[in-house]
Nanobody
Framework: QVQLVESGGGLVQAGGSLRLSCAAS????????MGWFRQAPGKEREFVAA????????YYADSVKGRFAISRDNAKNTVYLQMNSLKPEDTAVYYC????????????????????WGQGTQVTVSS
């Protein structure tokens, strides 16, 4: 079983930055592809960013490309989401997710492909 715990959310003004962290339990973190998703009130959960187990491949939603950066530190069992130039439309609960797969280059954008989820952290961007 894998437990994921997000942190780093909060209230920020438009144009500001936040860095989310997701700490994973377990000794096999390096075999997980990781992803970040978000869900705004009244909307479906949507893909934000993903990274393969090695950290060599990343993928972003068009809405965050150039503003957000996903990274991971396998020694610390942690994945990060650096969010810059935040906009009010980025307001949502952000979730990290883990997919048990150790194939280099594989990232997932579909929530159903992930095996484990965190509880989420609220990000609110004021205008």
């Amino acid at each position: 079983q894998v437990q994921l715990v997000e942190s780093g959310g909060g209230l920020v003004q438009a144009g500001g930055s936040l860095r989310l962290s997701c700490a994973a339990s377990g000794r096999t973190f390096s075999t997980y592809a990781m992803g970040w998703f978000r869900q705004a009130p009244g909307k479906e959960r949507e893909f934000v960013a993903a990274i393969d187990w090695s950290g060599s491949s990343t993928y972003y939603a068009d809405s965050v490309k150039g503003r957000f950066a996903i990274s991971r530190d396998n020694a610390k069992n942690t994945v990060y989401l650096q969010m810059n130039s935040l906009k009010p439309e980025d307001t949502a609960v952000y979730y990290c997710a883990a997919r048990v797969i150790n194939t280099i280059g594989v990232v997932s954008t579909i929530p159903q492909e992930y095996d484990y989820w965190g509880q989420g952290t609220q990000v609110t961007v004021s205008s």
